[in-house]
């Protein structure tokens, strides 16, 4: 009789990828009001929060997406601080 191995885990790595990734994007949002008036930080603040709701809700149907949304979140944050520099000069 052959000696049985345990068997490697089979949880993917993706959620908690993305999990991270969101986590380090608080701190950009969270950090926000520094270069936005405060009405814009807290609609910034209240978009991280619904992505992190929808990443939850991701988790167990969709785990390959969530670092994908994570990279959205950020690519979000520096879109809307850059535009609003721009267009409606932010942090001048």
């Known amino acids: 009789m052959a000696k049985?191995?345990?068997?490697?885990?089979?949880t993917p790595a993706a959620p908690f990828i993305g999990m991270a990734g969101?986590?380090?994007a608080f701190f950009l949002y969270a950090a926000s009001g520094l270069l936005t008036p405060w009405w814009a930080a807290v609609g910034l603040m209240?978009?991280?929060a619904v992505l992190l709701f929808l990443?939850?809700?991701?988790?167990?149907?969709?785990?390959?997406w969530?670092?994908?949304?994570?990279?959205?979140?950020v690519v979000f944050w520096f879109a809307t601080v850059n535009a609003g520099a721009?267009?409606?000069g932010w942090g001048t």
């Not at 049985?4 to 089979?10: E, F, L, V």
């Open 4 to 10: 049985s191995h345990p068997r490697r885990n089979d």
């Open 55 to 64: 990443a939850t809700a991701w988790w167990t149907p969709r785990p390959h």
């Open 22 to 24: 969101m986590s380090c």
């Open 86 to 88: 721009y267009w409606l």
């Open 66 to 73: 969530l670092p994908y949304l994570a990279v959205f979140t």
């Open 46 to 48: 209240l978009v991280w």
